[in-house]
Nanobody
Framework: QLQASGGGLVQAGGSLRLSCTAS????????MGWFRQAPGKEREFVAG????????LLADSVKGRFTIARDNAKNTVYLQMNSLKPEDTAVYYC??????????????????WGRGTQVTVSS
């Protein structure tokens, strides 16, 4: 089970840090990802991190602004979001995957999803 938190309302240019905590003992066996979905749009990949945390993958739209990290001792993955833009407004979901040996950016690569947390960026 995945529980995301940290969303909220922020002005453009501001920052937020999302957290996602997993229950269970197999967190380190999963690569983790963050996706987002804006109203009327498909869910899109934002960031992913490997099982060890040694490799990350970021969508082009967030490179240079967002970073992803994990703490396997705390069963938690983080998404640090800086220089937020109104177009970053969406529900953000964390996800865990185990099917592939590397990070993937497609939703089908993830088999567990959190409930989502709303991020709203005002202009």
């Amino acid at each position: 089970q995945l529980q995301a938190s940290g969303g909220g309302l922020v002005q453009a240019g501001g920052s937020l840090r999302l957290s996602c905590t997993a229950s269970g003992r197999t967190f380190s066996n999963h690569y983790m990802g963050w996706f987002r979905q804006a109203p009327g749009k498909e869910r899109e990949f934002v960031a992913g991190i490997s099982r060890s945390g040694g490799s990350t993958l970021l969508a082009d739209s967030v490179k240079g602004r967002f970073t992803i990290a994990r703490d396997n001792a705390k069963n938690t993955v983080y998404l640090q979001m800086n220089s937020l833009k109104p177009e970053d407004t969406a529900v953000y979901y964390c996800a865990a995957g185990s099917t592939f040996p590397i990070i993937v950016s497609t939703t089908r690569g993830y088999d567990s999803w959190g409930r989502g947390t709303q991020v709203t960026v005002s202009s």
